[in-house]
């Protein structure tokens, strides 16, 4: 059987469980996907960090599994997204001085502290880059190299973030695109450019970063090195890609104002696409430049949203893990039945979904989980729901952050993301809590690599810009919010948002 040959473009997602690439057709379809899988090393307890070579053995293999599928001929571009936030140090012969710390990594405390402090404090921070300087981002990093690696800091010619490092061995090209740059902390992502003023005043080299594209713009072309590992075509062409928490907007639709995405995976994500850029409120969301020239996207994660009802599943499911496991069905399909039994708003009961802390809305690490309204009728249906509850409530509250910003426009829907979508229940909570239709789209499972290969058919010219490109989206199931259970859930929201200053003390 012969290789197809339907024109298409190729999404590269390095993630930091696997590589991920997905060929799309130019009708939408998606035509081949492959993963490869890689180890993630913890040296030290709360380290974080991979061997940018196991990326690239994982592309290179998967890209040849790809092109045994697919003339190289028919494939137009390559995208990228990646795990954002990772650093990987070069020398000055492009080679890896050390395995790239990555965003999950949280040694890097006091030296967040310190770059806020050279900056002038937060609210000048926030002045200049948009965004507080979170441990996981690349610039408390590159300090710590300094000032614990002195030896290999010496030999940094250039930084650069995980899919980078593919497109460099590629292309041979180095550079980043102006969404994975705003996730180092160092870029000012109002202007679209390396924050100079801010590198020196943190003692780093504005030398060291690379120039930053567009995520549309080609970089490069896939030379003939390349070619021999990957079987792509010589001279394909190299797109600039962006990091993957925004690029996986594009693949749920949110390239224009006027909806909001909302992921159900472990950690909850609430993201809007924006025209203009905006002040960030406290520093409590992630403002970062969009993947289309001009555009930029707004987000807020809360920790524990799909993992709030694994927690609840692990802790207190055994009754209903077990027959899962004998009828062949999800253990969290039996709690939704159970769920279903109590009526929205679990008669009274709230949940805080604070397991881990939380980063947003609130940013507090100390903040602790809760249930309130406990009766002598509570039954493990009403805690099922309220977990579910809790969950939408925060994340409404995440989105709260957005919409008080002058100049965003209010939502006409939510597209629903991650694990949690798959839940009927769920899908109908989120559109009862936040009183908008809910929707799921073809795609969407697909994660960042879809969203790559959209913007690496822009890249290519197949479309002239993402707006266009997110025609091929569709939907695949719409969710009306019940009209006799929003009120329900505003009076139960009320309450909801007051918990945790009444708690906080106890903390």
């Known amino acids: 059987m012969g290789r197809m040959t339907e024109k298409c473009v190729l999404g590269i997602d390095v993630g930091t469980s696997g590589c991920k690439i997905l060929a799309l057709g130019l009708s939408g379809r998606i035509l081949a996907a492959v993963t490869e899988e890689y180890p993630c090393y913890t040296p030290r307890e709360g380290w974080s960090e991979q061997e940018p070579e196991d990326w690239w053995n994982g592309a290179a293999a998967g890209l040849k599994k790809m092109t045994s599928a697919l003339d190289p001929e028919s494939i137009l571009a390559v995208g990228f997204s990646g795990q954002m936030h ?41 002045g200049v880059t948009g965004n507080r300087m979170l441990t996981g981002y690349t610039g408390g990093k590159i300090l710590w190299l300094k000032e614990n690696e002195p030896e290999n800091y010496a030999k940094v010619k ?63 072309k896939v030379t003939k090195q390349a070619a021999e590992a990957t079987g792509l075509r010589e001279g394909t062409t190299v797109g600039a890609g962006g990091g993957d928490a925004v690029i996986s907007t594009v693949g749920l639709g949110l390239v224009t104002p006027g909806k909001i995405g909302v992921t159900l995976g472990t950690s909850g994500v609430a993201a809007m696409g ?42 207190l499911g055994d009754r209903e893990t077990l027959p899962a496991k004998e009828k062949g069905v999800s253990a969290f399909r039996l709690l939704d039945d159970e769920a279903k039994s ?65 100049g965003v426009a209010a939502p006409d829907s939510i597209v629903l993301a991650g694990g949690g979508a798959a839940s009927a229940l769920w899908r109908q909570i989120i559109a009862d809590v936040f009183a908008l239709p809910v929707y799921t789209v073809f795609g969407s499972a697909e994660g960042g690599s879809f969203g790559a290969a ?23 199931s719409t969710t009306e919010p019940v009209g006799e259970n929003v009120p329900v859930y505003e009076r139960q929201y009320q309450k909801y948002v007051k918990f945790y200053d009444a708690l906080k003390w106890s903390y």
């Open 158 to 220: 250039c930084i650069i973030n995980p899919k980078d490092y593919i497109r460099l061995k590629l292309s041979g090209k180095l550079a980043t695109d102006v969404s994975d740059a705003s996730g180092t902390g160092l870029f000012n992502v109002g202007k679209r450019c390396w924050a100079t003023g801010l590198i020196r005043a943190a003692g780093l080299e504005p030398s060291f970063f690379p120039p930053a594209f567009e995520s549309t713009e080609a970089v490069g």
């Open 86 to 126: 990772g650093m990987v140090a070069l020398d000055g012969q492009l080679r890896v001085i050390r395995r790239a710390i990555l965003w999950n990594d949280q040694r890097t405390d006091a030296q967040c502290r310190e770059i806020t402090e050279s900056a002038g404090g937060e609210q000048a921070l926030l």
């Open 342 to 406: 109590t009526s929205p708003g679990a008669d009274g009961l709230i949940f805080l979904p604070y397991l881990t802390g939380e980063r947003a809305p609130l940013n507090d690490p100390n903040a602790k989980g809760a249930f309130l309204g406990i009766t002598s009728l509570s039954r493990k249906g009403h805690f099922a729901r309220a977990v579910m509850e809790g969950v939408a409530f925060s994340l409404r509250q995440v989105c709260g952050l957005m919409l008080g910003v002058d």
């Open 454 to 476: 959209l913007v690496a058919g822009v890249t290519a010219g197949v479309w002239p810009d993402l707006k266009d490109a997110s025609k091929i989206i569709r939907r695949e």
């Open 274 to 315: 924006l025209g203009s850029f905006i002040k960030n409120p406290g520093g409590m969301l992630q403002v970062f430049c969009g993947n289309q020239p001009g555009a930029y996207s707004a987000m807020g994660v809360t920790l524990a949203a799909a993992g709030s009802y694994q927690w609840f599943r692990n802790a």
